[in-house]
């Protein structure tokens, strides 16, 4: 189940390496069918209502909002938030295993000969591999996997340790990966309104009278 929240990567989230330069492999053949661009369901215009004031209230473009589900993981509240200038990213946890599982959205694109050169986390200088799976990429290095899936003027992106998330659950979330609706903005980003300020209590403010502080003092003091 998604839960919105902040951004504030307060889980010990996994390092989310990864690579650079390497060999790729296009053509060669990946899981069953192949994966699709997206697999957006209804959704709500980018550009317009809940979903674009929450996300740039939070410094994200709207057009880079997606959102992902698997088996048994659940959306950690702590890990949405911006990615690079105006980007996406979350994190879902295995409640079982605590594997990380991890959705970034990011503009940019990738062909046959930008792939082995992008990292396929945040870390630079690790091999890349690249191997086409339908419409996507499967790409590994540094001991994570991920799949790259190119739309228009932006890359899909979902990733996790190899040793923590077989193939087959990372290929499954990123063909769930699509455009939130309105019942999932509501869950996945924080409300863009502030949140109400309580008024803090004052013990010196007597219940009665005009309400001046109690400056009484006891015998002896």
């Known amino acids: 189940m998604i839960r919105h929240a902040r951004v ?14 390497g060999d790729e492999k296009a053509g060669a053949p990946g899981p069953s069918a192949s994966v699709p661009a997206s697999a957006a369901g209804p959704a709500a215009a980018p550009g317009t209502g809940e979903l674009a004031s929450r996300a740039q209230a939070m410094g994200v473009a709207p057009e880079l909002v997606y959102v ?3 088996p048994g993981f659940t959306l950690a509240q702590q890990s949405v938030g911006v990615l690079g200038d105006d980007g996406f990213s979350a994190t879902w946890v295995d409640g079982e295993t605590n594997a990380l599982l991890r959705l970034a959205v990011d503009r940019g694109t990738v062909t046959a000969d930008t792939c082995p050169e992008q990292p396929v986390g945040d870390m630079s200088g690790e091999h890349t591999t690249c191997e086409r799976d339908g419409s996507a990429w499967y ?8 799949y790259a899936l190119p739309e228009e003027g932006h890359v899909v992106r979902v990733s996790a340790e190899t040793d923590a998330v077989s ?4 290929r499954a979330a990123a063909l769930a990966a699509h455009r939130p609706d309105a019942a999932e903005t509501d869950r996945l980003l924080p409300s863009a ?3 109400p300020s309580t ?5 010196d403010l007597p219940p009665f009278g005009d309400g001046a502080p109690d400056n009484h003092v006891d015998v002896g003091g």
Do not use: Y
Not at 139 to 146: I, P, V
Not at 199 to 203: K, N, Y
């Open 139 to 146: 790409r590994t290095g540094a001991g994570r996997h991920e």
């Open 8 to 21: 504030l990567p307060v889980l010990a989230l996994a390092p989310l390496l990864l690579t650079a330069c």
């Open 193 to 195: 309104e502030p949140a």
């Open 199 to 203: 008024p803090v209590e004052r013990g």
């Open 167 to 170: 193939r087959d659950v990372l």
């Open 68 to 70: 992902t589900e698997a």
